[in-house]
């Protein structure tokens, strides 16, 4: 295989991942999207073990090739085959994590063995400056992505009793500082790998890459844990593209630069819905003033009814506002969501589903789901979609969701304040299903829960909306 016939395959490749990346976009094309991302990663694997062949002469190189194939490949299948809906934020970390510390054995493999990469004349260990430095920088950002994404998963899981893996900030005195002197450091011994090749300056990037993915990440709460995960999506992408400018492979770079790219743009999306600073975000330095905010709750009476109750509401509405939040995830209510949405429609009634753009724990969590229960796509509506219409919708049902239609983020002083919600609170009837009255991500007290307009619901949701099914006339 000639490398003109090499670099054609990486371009096709990325060509689909492109493609892949727009069908992924809408949910009536994320179909197509997936299938294009597997074509172009098939080619990507096809053509790259044809050139390790190629390079190697023999097949002992495509061995370790098809073990780690066959190794990665079972186990990624496994875990999607199994995973639950509400743990695929802690995959995606995982998977992440993964990433960061392949990008940085290719790094070191380069190093160590340059001239095995092309990097250097056959058996010269002079690699140059340009090489030098991007493999330094792709090294150093894997370093940080592999242990922030392992931190971030310990934060999601909640299942370690190891302080740095529980959802609570882990802060202390001088913590940005030390971060900043990290930082430098890092750039300093980059410096010193570009002007000497110093191995030992090059396995202290990675060091402090390490250490700087934990000190980044432990100072954010576990509720703004989707926003993290993000941005280490996008660390990881920056880091494959590093790589991929050292080893002159342009698929690595294309890709990488697709990845990053788009992580960067969603993490800006999350942090405007979650009302974050983006800088913040990039600095590790939020998630203790959402923390803060705890404790805040009051114990204040209610309007509680039964499912009957909401039943009956429900079918004497005209237009009915379904808004899902973590607590459907949890509960696995979507089919019988998607059920009582069925029910009511063929009564007459207007039903549409309202999708905060962090609802759940990751974007596109609730239309995922709400497609997995076949709900019509034209019934599902964006937050900028559909808050025009609450003030006109008779009832507002509101499944497991709590500081996305908190009215507190229109009030100055609030610690959300300025955070885009769906605006329930203006319909003309409010239904809420909660376990119980504890407050949300934000430990804040939800006013729409204490109006007059406003029935609570208490119960797993899968559970109440049965029984709603079963009332509706």
Not at 67 to 77: E, H, N, P, Q, S
Not at 243 to 271: D, E, R, T
Not at 326 to 348: D, S
Not at 435 to 449: H, K, P, Q, T
């Amino acid at each position: 295989m000639s490398l003109n016939l090499v670099t054609l395959l990486y371009l096709l490749a990325s060509i689909c991942f492109i493609q892949a990346l727009k069908g992924l976009s809408h949910p009536t094309t994320s179909i197509r999207g997936n299938l294009f991302g597997m074509a172009g990663m098939t080619i990507a694997v096809l053509t790259t073990a044809a050139l390790i062949v190629k390079l190697a002469g023999e097949g002992s190189g495509l061995l370790w090739v098809l073990i780690g194939l066959v190794a990665g490949g079972g186990y990624g299948a496994w875990k999607a085959k199994t995973v639950e809906m509400t743990k695929m934020p802690e995959l995606v970390a995982f998977f992440h994590s993964m990433i960061g510390l392949a990008a940085v054995a290719i790094a070191v493999a380069a190093v160590v063995e340059p001239s095995a990469f092309g990097i250097a004349p056959a058996g010269g260990t002079h690699i140059p400056g340009g090489n030098r430095v991007e493999l330094a920088l792709g090294a150093f950002i894997g370093a940080i992505t592999f242990t922030g994404s392992v931190i971030a998963w310990g934060k999601l899981s909640g299942t370690s009793k190891f302080r740095l893996f529980k959802g609570a900030p882990v802060v202390f005195k001088g913590q940005h500082a030390l971060n900043a002197v990290l930082g430098l450091a890092a750039l300093f011994f980059v410096f010193g790998f570009w002007h000497s090749q110093s191995a030992m300056d090059f396995w202290l990037i990675v060091a402090l890459g390490f250490v700087l993915g934990v000190t980044l990440i432990i100072p954010i709460g576990g509720a703004d844990m989707p926003v993290v995960v993000s941005m280490l999506n996008s660390y990881s992408g920056w880091a494959a593209a590093g790589i991929g400018f050292s080893l002159n492979n342009p698929m690595l770079i294309i890709a990488g630069s697709l990845v990053g790219s788009s992580g960067a743009i969603l993490s800006y999306i999350m942090c405007k819905a979650m009302n974050r600073a983006f800088l913040n975000v990039i600095l590790g330095g939020f998630g203790g003033e959402a923390t803060a905010a705890a404790g805040a709750t009051q114990q204040r009476s209610v309007k509680s009814g039964s499912a009957d109750d909401a039943a009956f509401v429900l079918g004497n509405a005209e237009t009915v506002v379904i808004v899902p939040g973590y607590g459907l995830a949890v509960a696995r209510a979507q089919h019988a969501v998607k059920e009582l949405a069925q029910k009511l429609t063929e009564k007459g009634i207007t039903v549409k589903y309202a999708i905060h753009p962090v609802a759940g724990r990751m974007p596109g969590h609730m239309n995922v789901l709400l497609a997995e229960a076949e709900v019509p796509y034209d019934q599902v509506f964006e937050m900028e979609d559909i808050n025009a219409e609450f003030g006109q919708a008779d009832v507002a049902i509101i499944l497991g969701a709590n500081d996305v239609v908190n009215p507190a983020a229109h009030i100055k002083g609030s610690p959300i304040y300025g955070m885009p919600i769906l605006e329930a609170h203006k319909a003309k009837t409010v239904i809420v299903n909660k376990r119980s009255m504890a407050a949300g991500y934000a430990g804040l007290d939800n006013e729409l829960f204490y109006m007059d307009k406003t029935m609570m619901v208490f119960g797993d949701a899968k559970k109440v909306v049965e029984d709603m099914v079963k009332a509706v006339e």
